[in-house]
């Protein structure tokens, strides 16, 4: 038989009932406002988000000369673009590395410390087998690196430091040089565990092969250039004065330069026997109406229309009349 409950449980039941919709009431509303939430300061972003636009905008210039670099030397188009421009612990991405790959450790003057460049062994074999005569295949690798496959890699990673030093001619000069390379992760500690990188990660395709490829700044690294990145109005207003300067040079030069001008009443066909036989007073017919435009040349290029008259002296003159645009001049 069920216990049967007194008037002062009942009570207290209902009470308690009460308070736990109360409660959740309480706790919707903290939810709308807003809940407290624990902060690790230890993974607090380090970078701003002016200087990762920067870095994104750095790197998207370098994925493009190295694009260009890479289908000189494989013979083959190749593409490459920034996909992401990512802050996270150093752990955190050493230990997403998969071995064998190839990690390019760097020194980048006036930068702090060292870089890294994480090319994996996908793009790696399928440079080696361009390189060497093959089809760009890319196969899942199982063995290390051979010693000549280590050589042929050092060799073209240098050429692309140099690259990357140029796309950091927007923000500084830079001293790249290569310092070693790796092949496994765990020997490729440049920063502590918990120090904050950013990780750049470009998306290269060459034939039907598509990897990615990762550099690792440290935020020590950046100390130097810190202000730089940081002031994106300094470095757009820089680049600004800068292309404004070379168009202002460009223009004063093209400005003075002298262009042969020549005003063409008509062409006619002669054979090479009358020729021969043309003399002084002899008279050549032309198909040209007296009242239609004659072209004028600048150089051997047509640019406008005019008409012929005379000027004080009994000089003769060409009135422009229009202008020859580009679709005429195809035409």
Request: hydrophobic share 40%.
């Amino acid at each position: 038989m069920s216990q049967i409950l007194s008037q002062n449980e009942i009570d207290e039941l209902l009470n308690t009932l009460t308070g736990d919709q109360s409660s959740l009431a309480l706790s919707k509303e903290d939810e709308k406002k807003g809940r407290v939430r624990d902060f690790d300061f230890r993974m607090a972003n380090k970078f701003p988000k002016e200087q990762m636009r920067t870095l994104r905008v750095v790197f998207e210039g370098f994925a493009r000369s190295m694009a260009t670099h890479l289908s000189g030397v494989m013979r083959t188009v190749c593409e490459a673009e920034v996909v992401s421009v990512e802050e996270q612990a150093f752990s955190e991405f050493n230990n997403s590395l998969i071995s064998p790959v190839i990690l390019a450790i760097f020194n980048f003057e006036p930068l702090y410390g060292q870089l890294m460049m994480q090319v994996p062994s996908g793009i790696v074999d399928a440079i080696i087998s361009r390189v060497f005569g093959g089809k760009a295949i890319s196969t899942e690798r199982n063995k290390a690196f051979t010693e000549i496959e280590l050589v042929t890699v050092e060799r073209l990673l240098r050429q692309v430091l140099r690259l990357l030093s140029e796309a950091w001619e927007k923000i500084m000069h830079a001293e790249p040089s290569l310092d070693r390379l790796e092949t496994s992760p765990q020997f490729a500690q440049i920063v502590p565990p918990n120090e904050t990188v950013a990780i750049i990660t470009i998306k290269v395709i060459i034939r039907e092969m598509v990897d990615l490829i990762n550099i690792c700044i440290p935020h020590m690294a950046m100390e130097p250039v810190a202000k730089e990145l940081n002031s994106k109005v300094r470095f757009e207003g820089h680049m600004r004065r800068k292309y404004e300067s070379h168009e202002g040079t460009i223009t004063q030069r093209l400005a003075n330069t002298e262009v042969t001008l020549h005003a063409v009443l008509d062409e006619t066909v002669a054979s090479v026997n009358d020729l021969i036989n043309l003399q002084v007073g002899d008279v050549v017919c032309l198909n040209h109406g007296v009242n239609r435009d004659i072209t004028v040349m600048a150089e051997h290029i047509p640019k406008f229309k005019g008409k012929v008259g005379m000027v004080g002296g009994g000089r003769f003159a060409v009135r422009v009349t229009d202008i020859i645009k580009e679709e005429r001049e195809h035409e």
